[in-house]
């Protein structure tokens, strides 16, 4: 088994990565976080599981990073995945695994947020010779084909000598992302949820010989948890689009590097045959936000007066020990782990970390 040093990975020991994710027939984890406390669970989720994880940011999760406060909205969004990717860079190697540095969906109006990002990578590769993260994702599928074709490989052409990988989108896939609401239309003809085999070959085409990239398809996944039922999982979409980039371009059975997006509340046995088909990533938001605000909302209604009173006004009991944030936050943390833990078991990468010892 290749084995990587532990910490963040870029380029060619990102494509071991994703290679032995493949070749295992396991995924890895993308955790959408937003604050240092949400960053270090997911790290001791992963040393805990010996699992290697993809840690992300949305924009407006890089927003909240660097505080709302902050005036400049853009600034912050930049700064924020900057501060936020420097401290995974300063604490991933000494949780013992290796680390996926990701920033999420970007649509048209973000790619300006891409670009800074790209403008510090640029300037952080000069200094380490080796890039501030591991790849970012463009997402322009509600865009024309030839629009979000043009963009994608105008973008991997920067990341390319940054040894950066792309992660782009095809399809729509429905639901609500960061900053995007979309309502879903329950009686819509749900064929746009569908990504056409032939349109993930020409993205193919038109972007492999430029650099490396993946490929977030739409087989009927939504984004946020809404009723089961409305939409149809269909994987065999992925394996359709393996097969046929396999066979036109000579490439092996999985040529792909696929990502599932809108994961959180869909069957186990569908995810299990996604990822046989070349899924190395899937995307974990909704549950784990769900996880982490449930842990303090119990503790908050098991614990009512010490967050009304800084000492009990009958029993002159002081309730700093309850109050003080560290108090449920780390609670907030643990169950944030323990809902990791799940997900590693049903991807499959439980004890499968490369990283050195
Ligand atoms: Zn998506």
New binding site residues.
Partial sequence: MAQLKPGVVTGKDYLTLVAAAKAGGYALPAVNVASSSTINAVLEAAAKNNADVIIQLSNGGAQFYAGQGLKDGFKAKVLGAVAAAYHVHLLAEHYGICVVLHTD?ANKSLIPWVDALLDHGEAYFKQHGKPLFSSHML?L?EESMEFNLNECARVLQRMAPLDMSLEI?LGV?GGE?DGIGKEMDESADNSHLYTQPEDVLQAYDRLSPIGHFSV?ASFGNV?GVYKPGNVQLRPEILKNSQALVGKQHNAGAKPLNLVF??GSGSEKEKITEAVGYGVFKM?IDTDLQFAYSEAIGKFVSQNPKAFLYQVDPETDKPYKKFYDPRKYLRLAEENMVARLNEAFQDLGSKGKSLATA
């Fill in positions: 969906h997402d599928s989108e896939t992302e977030a984004h997006h809108g995307n």
